[in-house]
């Protein structure tokens, strides 16, 4: 009967880890529109003149300190505006991973990088829970304008710190969320502010390293894993 009690009370405990494991959507449907994009009417939406990201967007990749030799994953790549920049970067000897929910997307930034010559970049369609990506595989991690996209935050995060090697680097550029401030827009779209966004990242056990201050509508922020 002991052995019984003993058996009982592990199956309940299982249950409850597998309960507690599981995360809600925090934004249900955010990402519909990704999943069968019109790629040239991204374009025209991400790679226009007028949109901060896109104007500094010289500046921002200065600012991420990639170097020859790193492996960059740029999770949320969309259009591939970042993952085509940062690949000259690191030259031959590194790698560029272009990490989105959307085949349409990863195809058409395989297609646009063999037309550039960029022989370092690969593509790779994650899901909404995981980046996809090989444990202690990457050296940087880049999130543009994506972690508000992000339906399961605490998965994805607990994904990324997997795939980042000890001592790799989170770079997060979003939206400011302020009151009063913010556009409308940014308001009814955008679930957290930084200050959310720190915290929830700080509890995924990554350390904020640097929060610079050069954009405007957005925020600069990195993070990193222990080296240990």
């Not at 226009?48 to 740029?74: H, K, L, Q």
């Not at 998965?155 to 790799?168: F, K, Q, T, V």
Request: glycine residues 8%; charged residues 20%; neutral net charge.
């Amino acid at each position: 009967m002991g052995s019984f009690r003993i058996a009982v009370t592990a199956w309940l405990l299982g249950l409850a880890l597998t309960a507690g494991a599981q995360e809600r959507s925090v934004r249900p449907g955010i990402n519909q529109f990704y999943q069968d994009p019109n790629y040239r009417q991204w374009v025209a939406t991400f790679e226009r003149p007028g949109r901060e990201i896109y104007d500094r967007r010289e500046e921002i990749v200065s600012a991420t300190g990639i170097s020859p030799g790193m492996v960059v994953a740029d999770v949320g790549a969309g259009t591939g505006l970042f993952t085509r920049l940062f690949a000259p970067k690191v030259g031959n000897e590194g790698r560029v991973i272009a990490v989105d929910i959307s085949q349409g997307f990863i195809d058409n930034i395989r297609r646009t990088s063999r037309q550039e010559g960029l022989a370092n970049v690969e593509g790779v369609v994650n899901t909404a829970t995981d980046v996809s990506l090989p444990a202690a595989s990457v050296d940087l991690v880049f999130v543009c304008d994506t972690y508000h996209h992000f339906e399961y935050p605490r998965h994805m995060l607990d994904s990324i710190y997997e795939a980042l090697r000890p001592g790799g680097q989170l770079v997060v550029i979003d939206f400011r969320r302020i009151p009063g401030y913010s556009s409308p827009w940014i308001i009814r779209h955008v679930r957290a502010g930084k200050p959310t966004v720190v915290t929830e990242i700080e509890s995924a056990g990554f350390r904020l390293t640097e929060d610079r201050d050069f954009l405007r509508t957005n925020y600069f922020l990195r993070f990193q894993k222990p080296a240990a």
